[in-house]
């Protein structure tokens, strides 16, 4: 700003907002995670600039930034095909809109004329076609056809002119599109400098600080095992360690990933699995082309050579129902374009747990219409709680149990519910589970800390660490561990209010203990001191579960929430937490 550079300000005109530079700053910001994504960041921000050096309208049309509006376009007009047929058939039935059919005929001739352009790249052509060809107008009769069967028809010629207007992108003037890309090129330039320049800062504010990141890990690495752009002698050393190189999720690998397996793996011992359709990190800059461009290029054991593929298609965790309904649903939605992958014979889901029963359950999709009463999260709950419900209670429904090899009814332990983003959306179906007393486990923690249960037994360590915490202090007396009542606390609280609460249950302790014998504060406040005293002592030579099971043994408090409402639940809810316990001491 202060040097008025000219390139800059055109920048921030072309992106800022007016109000303040956010804007620009987000942009830097993802130009920078894109090119350290890359194993070279500097290289792939100067391709950049140089992919946008066109000169001729050749160049331009030839450009990876036109070809990719081309591409784009004849994957939409390759999508209207479905919706072409469903238009003919719907002017074929009885009383069907067969009065649309010169609109229909019209756009489908512009549909097939755009495809052959692009195949042939002939793409100044569309632009002559589409002014020459008007599309009339749908036409207006109304008597004798029927009304529902019109409207359907007149939405998917709707849907298709759309896609048909999407061609205008493709249309250019020679003399107008070389000044607009030079504008675009410079404006790009100046993106990679300021990125550049960023990163440098951001590299020097981290040195200042003795402060490295993810990025910079691989990226250090990257300079150990490369020289001049070749596996250096350090990743020679390593390389000849290693026996095999293994890399599981291989769909989700980066280039940066991918330069440094290359630098330490041998011709023949790097090893990847991984499944594209399970790709799911694109947002975290993974590239699925990586494991694409393998997948397409080795080939299988008996059609020879060195680069092998394996399709691990048997699936040993599914019936086979499941696995004929996930096939039908991917068949119809999965290609390279959508979902990386083309769904065929190689990429279908066979059945292999040949040790379930005979007995033929179908897939089931439950609908509901919608409840403005209830959030669709409380809808969705309430759906799936009858649905266990009617399975738990169905006499006549049975399942085959491994363990004993007989039939029996369904349980709820028998019932799993696989959620989509189930830490910001499972609440709902825990509260709904609760009102409906259906007993649950659940591995999301979203919740489950704010149990009064879980809470009390947190509020118990957090007073064995600390006793002079108030808040936990008081939660832990009030409760069924100690049982205070009250009156009982604000009495204590009365005794000595400049100290806290802790140092004043003590004194008041002392008090009654030299004054009045049979206090109930003095008697329940002197059991409590005298455990707390031993949970401390526990607490440095036993792991926490141990602790915690401690914690239920002295005080009774499982039997206690037992009673309680919901009480089986409570009760799963401590032995979960005790679960969770035992699982830190093992990670930690």
């Given at each position: 700003?202060?040097?008025e550079d000219e390139?800059f300000l055109?920048v921030?005109?072309?992106?800022?907002?007016?109000?303040?530079?956010?804007?620009i700053?987000?942009l830097?910001f993802?130009?920078?995670?894109f090119s350290?994504?890359?194993?070279?960041?500097?290289?792939?921000?100067?391709?950049g600039?140089?992919?946008?050096k066109?000169?001729?309208?050749?160049?331009y049309l030839?450009s990876?930034?036109?070809?990719?509006?081309?591409?784009?376009?004849?994957e939409s007009l390759?999508d209207?095909?479905s919706?072409f047929r469903?238009l003919?058939?719907?002017?074929?039935?009885?009383?069907?809109?067969?009065?649309?059919?010169d609109t229909?005929?019209v756009?489908h001739?512009?549909q097939?004329?755009?495809?052959?352009?692009i195949?042939?790249?002939?793409?100044?052509?569309m632009?002559?076609?589409?002014?020459?060809?008007?599309?009339p107008?749908?036409?207006?009769?109304?008597?004798?056809?029927?009304k529902?069967?019109a409207?359907e028809?007149?939405?998917?010629?709707?849907k298709?002119k759309?896609?048909?207007?999407?061609?205008e992108k493709l249309f250019?003037d020679?003399e107008?599109?070389l000044?607009?890309?030079?504008?675009?090129?410079e404006l790009?330039?100046?993106?990679?400098?300021?990125?550049?320049?960023?990163y440098?800062n951001?590299q020097t504010?981290?040195?200042e600080?003795?402060?490295?990141?993810?990025?910079?890990?691989?990226h250090?690495?990257l300079?150990?095992?490369?020289?001049?752009?070749?596996?250096?002698g350090?990743?020679d050393?390593?390389?000849?360690?290693f026996?095999?190189v293994?890399?599981d999720?291989?769909?989700?690998?980066n280039?940066v990933?991918?330069?440094?397996l290359?630098a330490l793996?041998?011709e023949?011992n790097?090893?990847?699995?991984g499944?594209l359709k399970?790709?799911?990190?694109k947002?975290?800059?993974?590239?699925?082309e990586i494991?694409?461009?393998k997948?397409?290029?080795?080939?299988?054991a008996?059609?020879?050579?060195?680069n092998?593929k394996?399709?691990?298609?048997k699936?040993?965790r599914s019936?086979?129902?499941?696995l004929?309904?996930?096939?039908e649903?991917?068949?119809?939605v999965m290609?390279?374009?959508?979902?990386?992958?083309d769904?065929?014979?190689h990429a279908?889901?066979?059945y292999?747990?040949l040790?379930y029963?005979?007995?033929?359950?179908?897939?089931?999709?439950?609908l509901?219409?919608?409840?403005?009463?209830?959030s669709?999260?409380m809808?969705q709950g309430?759906?799936?709680a009858d649905k266990?419900k009617e399975?738990?209670?169905?006499?006549?429904?049975?399942i085959?149990d491994?363990?004993?090899?007989?039939r029996r009814?369904?349980?709820y332990?028998?019932?799993?519910?696989?959620?989509?983003s189930?830490s910001?959306t499972?609440?709902?179906?825990?509260?709904?589970?609760d009102?409906k007393?259906?007993?649950y486990?659940s591995?999301i923690?979203?919740?489950?800390?704010?149990?009064?249960?879980?809470t009390?037994?947190m509020?118990?360590?957090?007073?064995?660490d600390?006793?002079?915490?108030?808040?936990?202090?008081?939660s832990?007396?009030?409760?069924?561990?100690v049982?205070?009542?009250?009156?009982?606390?604000?009495t204590?609280?009365?005794f000595?209010?400049?100290?806290t609460y802790?140092?004043?249950l003590v004194a008041y302790?002392e008090a009654?203990?030299?004054v009045?014998a049979?206090?109930?504060i003095g008697?329940k406040?002197?059991?409590?001191?005298?455990?707390?005293a031993?949970?401390?002592?526990?607490?440095?030579?036993v792991?926490l579960d141990?602790?915690i099971?401690k914690i239920?043994s002295?005080?009774?408090y499982p039997y206690?929430v037992?009673f309680?409402?919901?009480?089986?639940?409570?009760?799963t809810?401590l032995k979960?937490?005790?679960?969770?316990a035992?699982?830190?001491e093992?990670?930690s």
């Amino acid at each position: 700003y202060e040097r008025e550079d000219e390139k800059f300000l055109q920048v921030v005109e072309s992106f800022a907002d007016g109000k303040s530079d956010d804007r620009i700053k987000e942009l830097i910001f993802r130009i920078h995670n894109f090119s350290i994504s890359n194993p070279w960041p500097g290289e792939w921000l100067d391709q950049g600039v140089n992919l946008l050096k066109i000169d001729t309208v050749e160049d331009y049309l030839e450009s990876v930034y036109y070809q990719l509006l081309v591409s784009e376009f004849m994957e939409s007009l390759l999508d209207t095909q479905s919706d072409f047929r469903d238009l003919y058939t719907l002017m074929k039935m009885e009383a069907g809109p067969d009065k649309y059919g010169d609109t229909v005929e019209v756009i489908h001739e512009l549909q097939k004329a755009y495809i052959h352009c692009i195949n042939e790249k002939e793409y100044s052509s569309m632009k002559e076609i589409h002014d020459q060809t008007p599309i009339p107008p749908l036409s207006r009769k109304s008597k004798g056809y029927d009304k529902d069967l019109a409207e359907e028809a007149k939405g998917k010629i709707n849907k298709i002119k759309a896609t048909l207007a999407e061609v205008e992108k493709l249309f250019y003037d020679e003399e107008t599109i070389l000044k607009e890309v030079k504008v675009v090129e410079e404006l790009v330039e100046e993106l990679v400098r300021l990125t550049k320049a960023f990163y440098r800062n951001f590299q020097t504010a981290k040195e200042e600080k003795n402060l490295i990141d993810y990025s910079d890990i691989e990226h250090f690495t990257l300079k150990l095992l490369y020289e001049d752009g070749e596996p250096s002698g350090i990743a020679d050393v390593f390389k000849k360690q290693f026996v095999e190189v293994l890399v599981d999720e291989y769909q989700d690998t980066n280039e940066v990933q991918e330069a440094i397996l290359t630098a330490l793996a041998k011709e023949d011992n790097l090893f990847m699995v991984g499944d594209l359709k399970q790709s799911i990190y694109k947002f975290r800059l993974a590239k699925p082309e990586i494991f694409r461009e393998k997948y397409d290029r080795f080939t299988y054991a008996d059609d020879g050579g060195k680069n092998i593929k394996i399709d691990l298609a048997k699936n040993f965790r599914s019936r086979k129902e499941v696995l004929r309904f996930c096939n039908e649903v991917f068949e119809k939605v999965m290609s390279k374009t959508i979902g990386d992958v083309d769904y065929d014979q190689h990429a279908k889901l066979y059945y292999g747990a040949l040790d379930y029963d005979e007995d033929v359950y179908l897939p089931e999709l439950i609908l509901s219409e919608p409840d403005e009463s209830l959030s669709k999260e409380m809808l969705q709950g309430q759906m799936v709680a009858d649905k266990i419900k009617e399975l738990v209670n169905d006499e006549n429904f049975l399942i085959f149990d491994k363990n004993t090899g007989k039939r029996r009814r369904v349980m709820y332990k028998d019932v799993c519910v696989l959620m989509r983003s189930p830490s910001s959306t499972i609440q709902p179906m825990k509260d709904v589970f609760d009102q409906k007393q259906i007993p649950y486990q659940s591995d999301i923690s979203s919740g489950f800390f704010n149990a009064v249960e879980v809470t009390i037994i947190m509020n118990v360590l957090r007073v064995i660490d600390n006793p002079y915490q108030d808040i936990p202090l008081v939660s832990v007396l009030r409760s069924g561990v100690v049982g205070f009542t009250e009156k009982e606390l604000l009495t204590v609280r009365n005794f000595n209010e400049e100290v806290t609460y802790y140092e004043a249950l003590v004194a008041y302790i002392e008090a009654v203990t030299t004054v009045e014998a049979g206090d109930p504060i003095g008697e329940k406040g002197s059991r409590f001191l005298e455990s707390l005293a031993d949970l401390k002592t526990l607490s440095l030579r036993v792991p926490l579960d141990e602790l915690i099971q401690k914690i239920y043994s002295d005080t009774g408090y499982p039997y206690f929430v037992r009673f309680m409402e919901n009480g089986e639940q409570r009760l799963t809810n401590l032995k979960y937490l005790q679960m969770q316990a035992a699982s830190f001491e093992q990670s930690s």
